[in-house]
């Protein structure tokens, strides 16, 4: 039975600035800008979340360390070659399933992770600018609770 034609919505009104959507597109954008400042033609924002993910954790499993630094799949594999290829991190098969790769730092990623640590701080510092201490643990606050709400749709598990 065919269904009857729907009448088209009516268009909303809304200020753009206003939806949380297109401010954390723009936030981030903002975030990759004052990164590449201070970290010219070197490591970017998902390769130091990985390096920081194995310098805390010790070796993990690709599909543990996605899920500790909030990577897709896709994005995970391409920064872990990546990594690799720049001798900062290896891979080998895991002992106790050879179909999966487990991912550790090298000493020169455990030396690069060190020195990039001051940096990363600089970037966090420069992107909240501007607001107060409690400011800035509110909104870290908000987007963990707002992250935490949603994080079935994003597929992240431990192994």
Partial sequence: MA???????EPVEFELAGMIGHLLRTCQQLHVAIWA???PGGLTSPQF????????????TQTALRSKVRLDRSTTADVVRRLAARRLVSQVKDPRDARRRVVRL???????YAESTVRATQVNDAM?????????????????TLLEEHKGLLDYRED
Avoid: I, Y
Avoid at 49 to 60: F, K, R, S, T, V
Avoid at 106 to 112: K, M, Q, W
């Fill in 128 to 144: 909240l600018d501007g607001l107060d201490v409690e400011q800035r643990e509110r909104l870290v606050a908000l987007l963990t």
């Fill in 37 to 39: 400042e201070h970290f």
């Fill in 49 to 60: 979340a990985l390096l920081h993910a194995l310098a805390h954790e010790g070796p993990l």
């Fill in 106 to 112: 090298t000493s020169a990623g455990r030396a690069l």
């Fill in 3 to 9: 269904s009857p034609r729907q009448r088209p919505l």
